[in-house]
């Protein structure tokens, strides 16, 4: 066990969580897991970066277009991404004009997939697991439910997922550039359990941390962290500065807990110098 596994593992025993997997990756360095590495878990929204990076191999292949309208009337597949379609949490009925209100939508992801499908004729699921899964060899990844939230999966599997910011196989680099750049800039908005932020960050499917305080990233992750986090207890980021990537996994829903736990989490992972086997 390496010294930061020892101290990975010291951290979570106060998490107060049933089951609770880590997994880390610095640079070239081969993964570190902390817990059980094959336990799936409910991911939550932590979907939305599997149905993102999935809309992105479908740009590239020429089936959908960013500027393709979705949604509703005036959105397109990129506000769909980056929540800003106007579309609210749940439902059909949109809440703002396009690209006037960041507003994290549930919905907007549920379109985005119908789109998907529309376009390639091929139904979201399985179109997700050739496109993605199957290239990456996820599978654990469970497919099923909502494509904004229903997914289940491992820590390992998600790092692999997250880890395409800093080291892209799947997507071209200047899509992954494209994708961790903040779209419709300068827009307010609520990020969920946590509060308004004006402006609201994100990119196209990944939450940019920018400035943002308080936050479920560490203080030591630089603002050009990006990832997502899950009500179900789960988060994946990927600092480039830090040419870092970390994902936690757990059965305790997100509340005021994790806002506490994650930030502590996170800093641990990047300053916690030490990662070869004592």
């Known amino acids: 066990m390496t010294d930061l596994q020892a101290a990975i593992a010291d951290a979570l025993a106060g998490w107060g969580a049933d089951h609770v997997t880590v997994a880390v990756r610095r640079g070239d360095d081969d993964p570190l897991v902390v817990g059980d590495p094959d336990h799936v878990f409910a991911l939550a929204s932590v ?22 309208p979705a949604g509703p009337p005036g959105a397109t597949v990129e506000h769909l991404l980056a929540h800003t379609s106007g579309l609210g949490f749940d439902g059909s009925e949109p809440l703002s ?19 998907i499908a ?12 050739e496109a993605v899964l199957e290239p990456l060899a996820l599978t654990a990844t469970v497919v099923a439910g909502s494509p904004a939230a229903g997914w289940g ?26 994708a961790t750049t903040v779209a419709f800039p300068g827009l307010p908005g609520v990020l969920p359990g946590i509060g308004r932020f004006d402006p609201l960050d994100w990119g196209l499917g990944f939450e940019i941390r920018g400035d943002k305080v308080p936050h479920w990233t560490g203080t030591a992750n630089s603002p050009r962290t990006v990832g997502h986090f899950g009500g179900a207890g789960t988060f994946a980021w990927s600092d480039p500065d830090a040419d870092t990537s970390c994902v ?10 994790a806002l506490q736990v994650w930030p502590e989490l996170s800093d641990l992972v990047l300053t916690n110098g030490d990662s070869r086997p004592t």
Do not use: C, M
Not at 52 to 58: D, F, K, R, S
Not at 97 to 115: H, K
Not at 153 to 178: F, H, K, N, W, Y
Not at 248 to 257: E, K, T
């Open 47 to 68: 979907t939305k970066l599997f149905t993102a990076v999935t809309a992105l191999v479908a740009v590239e292949e020429g089936a959908l277009s960013l500027d393709q």
């Open 97 to 115: 004009q396009p690209g006037r209100r960041r507003i994290y939508s549930n919905a907007g992801f549920e379109v985005l997939a119908d789109t």
């Open 118 to 129: 529309e376009a390639t004729g091929i139904d979201f699921a399985t179109y997700a697991t």
């Open 153 to 178: 999966s491992t820590a390992s599997e998600v790092l692999t997922l997250i880890g395409q910011v800093g080291r892209p196989s799947l997507l071209a680099p200047e899509t992954v550039a494209r």
């Open 248 to 257: 936690a996994l757990s059965d305790r829903p997100f509340d005021q807990w």
